[in-house]
C-alpha cells in the first residue's frame, strides 16, 4: 500500500514514519507531504501500476490546512483518481483519503493500520499482474 500524508498529521515525524516502515515492512510504502494538497492523480496511479494494491491519503483536517485549501484539493484528486481507476476496472476502495480530526486527532500509526485493515481484504490488486499472486491465489 502507499500512504500519502500531509506533515500536520499527529505522530508523522521523520523518526514516526522510519518506525512505522520498519513495523509494516514492505506491506505499506509512507510519502510525506508539506501539504496533501500536492498528490496528483499520477502520483496514486503510478503507485497502483507499479508496486501498490491500494494509495490512500491522509489530509489534515478541513479548515485547517495551512495552505489555506490543501485538503480541499487532494479530495477532489482523490475522487478524480476513483474515477479513473473505476473506468480500468478497478475497485474505487484501492483510492482513499482519510480526514484526520480537529477534536480527536489520531497518529499517524493508528490511521494507517486502520486503512490497512480496510484495503487488506480486496486482496493483491490485478494491475500488478500476477507475479504478485501467491500460489494458491495463481491457481497453483
Known amino acids: ?37 500536492r498528490v496528483e492523480p499520477v502520483h ?5 501500476e507499479e508496486f501498490a494494491d491500494a494509495a490512500y491519503v491522509i489530509t489534515c483536517p478541513e479548515g485547517a490546512c495551512r495552505n ?3 485538503n480541499l484539493r487532494a479530495k477532489k484528486r482523490i475522487e478524480r483518481t476513483k474515477l479513473i481507476i473505476e473506468s ?6 484501492r483510492v482513499g483519503l482519510i480526514v484526520c480530526s480537529k477534536e480527536n486527532p489520531r497518529p499517524l ?9 480496510r484495503v487488506s481484504s480486496m486482496g493483491p490488486s490485478p494491475a500488478l499482474g500476477p507475479e504478485t499472486l501467491n500460489d494458491e491465489e495463481k491457481g497453483i
Open 44 to 48: 496514486l496511479l503510478r503507485a497502483l
Open 109 to 117: 500509526a493508528v490511521l494507517a493500520r486502520e486503512i490497512m485493515d
Open 68 to 70: 489555506f485549501e490543501g
Open 88 to 93: 480500468i476496472g478497478l475497485e474505487r476502495e
Open 1 to 37: 500500500m502507499a500512504l500519502f500524508y500531509c506533515r500536520n498529521v499527529p505522530e508523522s515525524r521523520e523518526k514516526d514514519r522510519q518506525a512505522l516502515e520498519e513495523a509494516f515492512g514492505e506491506a505499506v510504502s509512507f510519502f510525506p507531504m508539506p501539504c496533501s494538497g
